[in-house]
């Protein structure tokens, strides 16, 4: 059980790492596309110049192609694990990938697939 502790707190930890640096630089480039960081500007989000952006040079490219490799790599183990583990509303986790950030979502998916776990190996227990 400690193992799992030490799981779910580092992977807690890793899903408020991954919203607060992503959404940071999300609002670096809002205020540099237009100017301002306001909820209005925030749902006026530029994607395709988001877009360009990220495959503006071969070094960022690089970085995106990976990270959506691995973001696809992630909603498989999303669905399967999710299904054989009878997670509930484990497709929120595949949402929050592609509506806050793949650093946020995944380890926010493996915070709960960790307590479920725990949950699942301390009611054999019993």
Same mark, same amino acid.
């Given at each position: 059980?400690?193992?799992? /502790?030490?799981?779910? @707190?580092?992977?807690? $930890? ?16 809002? *205020? ?18 988001? @877009? ?6 071969? $070094? ?16 498989? /183990? *999303? ?17 929050? *990938?592609? /509506? ?27």
């Amino acid at each position: 059980m400690p193992g799992t /502790l030490i799981r779910q @707190i580092i992977y807690a $930890a890793l899903t408020v790492i991954g919203f607060v640096w992503t959404n940071y630089y999300l609002v670096q480039f809002t *205020i540099a596309t237009k100017g301002e960081f306001t909820a209005t500007n925030l749902l006026n989000f530029d994607l395709p110049t988001f @877009i360009d952006q990220v495959y503006a040079n071969p $070094a960022s490219s690089f970085i995106g192609v990976d990270v959506t490799v691995a973001a696809l790599c992630a909603i498989v /183990l *999303i669905v399967t694990e999710g299904r054989r583990l009878k997670m509930k509303l484990w497709g929120l986790y595949i949402a929050s *990938i592609f /509506l806050v950030s793949f650093g946020f979502g995944f380890p926010l998916f493996l915070f709960a697939r960790e307590r479920k776990l725990a949950e699942t190996l301390a009611s054999a227990e019993v």
